[in-house]
């Protein structure tokens, strides 16, 4: 393949991450902001299930072109692992942070009225302590009741879960229409399962571009440094990303001894 079509393909490729993460985004943050701004009783059953099928579809849509990573972890991992191009890393993580980005911008278009019209009624102070509940539609924020070390650890389990279950799904040749199949559908219900037993307590961060990119953009909106700090003297929200890159390296070494040393005696 000559240099050119390889820089044309990683460009479709990029695209395909960041449509595909967006997609998770606009979905999700779209319906808790239909909760939020209407008064809606803040399900997370339901929310959990939109996050889950948002996953789902868009896998399905993605896989073909970029592998579906969707999330700067997976393709941590599956540099670790699967020998994934080094030089497709940056681009792709990248990508999946400008598509959270971007898309939670399109949802806060979308919403921006009825955001302003809750804010007045309220009277929410954008940047106040109070106008969190409204940037945790597009972004994780951990519940006060727990501290950074439980959050730390809370996310480098999910994490390891997480990346073990991903791996392990694709390290069979011999299952392909397997994967391309049903693949898709199970990481969707793991989304959905983790989501709903974690979200109580981290707000399920798992994906760090979708972090990054939204708590970016609502840093600029008018939120500023509160959405780093949650209200506390500690630019905390480094720690749950930490803690989903320690998960995501830890798994990778852990199936790979199992897989060496367990299942090939």
């Not at 967006?22 to 059953?45: M, V």
């Not at 299952?175 to 219900?189: A, E, M, N, R, Y």
Request: hydrophobic share 50%.
């Amino acid at each position: 393949m000559s240099n050119v079509k390889r820089k044309f393909m990683l460009l479709i490729q990029c695209i395909s991450e960041f449509f595909g993460t967006g997609l998770i985004i606009f979905f999700n943050s779209s319906y808790i902001a239909s909760l939020r701004l209407t008064h809606g009783f803040n399900n997370s059953w339901k929310i959990s299930v939109i996050l889950g099928l948002s996953t789902c579809i868009a896998i399905y849509l993605s896989l073909f072109i970029s592998g579906a990573h969707l999330n700067p972890i997976i393709t941590l991992s599956f540099f670790l692992f699967f020998n994934f191009n080094k030089k497709k890393i940056i681009p792709y993580i990248l990508s999946q942070i400008l598509g959270s980005f971007c898309f939670s911008a399109i949802v806060y278009k979308l919403y921006y009225d009825l955001l302003i019209k809750f804010e007045a009624q309220n009277k929410i102070l954008r940047g106040s302590l109070d106008s969190l509940n409204l940037a945790s539609i597009f972004s994780c924020f951990p519940n006060k009741n727990i501290s950074m070390l439980q959050i730390f650890i809370i996310e480098t389990i999910i994490t390891f879960i997480f990346i073990l279950i991903i791996i392990f799904l694709n390290d069979h040749e011999n299952f392909f229409v397997f994967k391309i199949t049903f693949s898709p559908i199970l990481v969707g219900i793991l989304v959905f399962l983790i989501n709903f037993i974690v979200s109580p307590f981290t707000n399920f961060i798992l994906n760090p571009a979708h972090d990054i990119g939204s708590r970016t953009f609502i840093y600029l909106s008018g939120w500023g440094k509160i959405v780093f700090t949650n209200g506390s003297n500690i630019t905390h929200f480094f720690i749950p990303i930490l803690g989903t890159m320690l998960g995501s390296v830890m798994s990778v070494y852990f199936y790979k001894y199992i897989k060496k040393y367990i299942f090939c005696n």
